[in-house]
């Protein structure tokens, strides 16, 4: 048998190419936006979805982080969606039919993370495949918490983020 002779994943034609991306959002980041604008050429519908790190105290709640991003978003002709779970990640992508996961990688320190993260997911839900992006150059320093530390000694964050989350980062901390 042909190494390759596998029966093709089912595509009906006209089918939405969805992805979900992840994450936990404290606050979205230029590096994160960046990711979608990337992963919008590859997939018709992006889903991003605010989920739950335990090991997380986020700054900004639950709400508070969905609609910093819904903001992000409300031009995109409904090719966004915001989204949030208390559950798996793979869960919510079964359940809304949803095949691809969008994760950044901004290092080689990520990958470690990421590998176990995806394989993790796998293991859950085999139908579900982990995409990873390349972070562009420019976002490869930054992360919510380093962005949310100079934040809060009032250090230059203009640039990073989106105006009206670094509005909203001044507000925490002011
Ligand atoms: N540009 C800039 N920063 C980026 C980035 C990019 N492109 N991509 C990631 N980051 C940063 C984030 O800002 C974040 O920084 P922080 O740690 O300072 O907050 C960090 O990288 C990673 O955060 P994020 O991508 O939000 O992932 P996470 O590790 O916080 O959360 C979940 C990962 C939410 C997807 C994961 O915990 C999850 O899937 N939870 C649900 C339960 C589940 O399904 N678990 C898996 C199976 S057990």
Same mark, same amino acid.
């Given at each position: 048998?042909?190494?390759?002779?596998?029966?093709?994943?089912?595509?009906?034609?006209?089918?939405?190419?969805? /992805?979900?991306?992840?994450?936990?959002?404290?606050?979205?980041?230029?590096?994160? %936006?960046?990711?979608?604008?990337?992963?919008? &050429?590859?997939?018709?519908?992006?889903? *991003?979805?605010? /989920? %739950?790190?335990?090991?997380? @105290? $986020?700054?900004?709640?639950?709400?508070?982080?969905?609609?910093? %991003?819904?903001?992000?978003?409300?031009?995109?002709?409904?090719?966004?969606?915001?989204?949030?779970?208390?559950?798996?990640?793979v869960d919510y992508a079964v359940q809304n039919n949803i095949s691809a996961i969008i994760r950044g990688l901004r290092a080689?320190?990520?990958?470690?993370?990421?590998?176990?993260?995806?394989?993790?997911?796998?293991?859950?839900?085999?139908? *579900?495949? @982990?995409?990873? %992006?390349? @972070?562009?150059?420019?976002?490869?320093?930054?992360?919510? &918490?380093?962005?949310?530390?100079?934040?809060?000694?009032?250090?230059?964050?203009?640039?990073? *983020? $989106?105006?009206?989350?670094?509005a909203a980062l001044k507000r925490k901390y002011s």
């Open positions: 048998m042909d190494e390759f002779d596998l029966p093709l994943p089912d595509l009906a034609p006209g089918v939405t190419r969805s /992805a979900l991306y992840p994450g936990t959002f404290d606050p979205i980041t230029n590096g994160h %936006l960046e990711i979608i604008h990337r992963g919008l &050429s590859l997939f018709d519908k992006i889903t *991003v979805i605010v /989920a %739950l790190n335990v090991s997380k @105290t $986020p700054l900004f709640n639950l709400e508070e982080r969905c609609e910093l %991003l819904q903001e992000c978003f409300k031009n995109f002709n409904g090719r966004v969606a915001v989204d949030y779970t208390s559950g798996l990640i080689i320190s990520d990958f470690d993370y990421e590998f176990q993260l995806a394989l993790m997911n796998r293991r859950l839900a085999p139908s *579900v495949e @982990t995409v990873f %992006l390349m @972070t562009g150059f420019k976002w490869i320093y930054i992360s919510s &918490s380093g962005i949310k530390n100079a934040a809060r000694f009032q250090g230059n964050i203009s640039g990073l *983020v $989106p105006p009206h989350v670094e």
